[in-house]
């Protein structure tokens, strides 16, 4: 059975930093997969933030270019998610998400709370 459980999350204020993670487990992924964070904001819907695929290409919303870097350490079975310059608009549950789709298995998400 597929697991993923993120972490990291926390409450800090404006300008700072938080590393996310989600650790995998039970899985066997194709040849060709993709990891991702969404993240879902009080009464707004779940926006993909970052993705990175099985040849390692990213992508991000613009909102985040520039200070979130998705990352993955293969070895470990744990995906991350670097956020610097944190804005009180990243307020919101952030998930990690994978498979064939990057959509198929989902964590439970945790919370990332910016205050001004």
């Known amino acids: 059975q597929v697991q993923l459980v993120e972490s990291g999350g926390g409450s800090v204020q404006a300008g700072g930093s938080l590393r996310l993670s989600c650790a995998v487990s039970?899985?066997?992924?194709?040849?060709?997969?993709?990891m991702g964070w969404f993240r879902q904001a009080p009464g707004k819907e779940r926006e993909a933030v970052a993705a990175?695929?099985?040849?390692?290409?990213?992508t991000y919303v613009d909102s985040v270019k520039g200070r979130f870097t998705i990352s993955e350490d293969n070895a470990k079975n744990t995906l991350y998610l670097q956020m610097n310059s944190l804005k009180p608009e990243d307020t919101a549950m952030y998930f990690c998400?994978?498979?064939?789709?990057?959509?198929?298995?989902w964590g439970k998400g945790t919370l990332v709370i910016i205050s001004s």
């Open positions: 990175i695929d099985s040849e390692g290409s990213t």
């Open positions: 998400a994978g498979g064939e789709t990057c959509k198929d298995y």
């Open positions: 039970g899985h066997t992924w194709s040849d060709a997969y993709c």
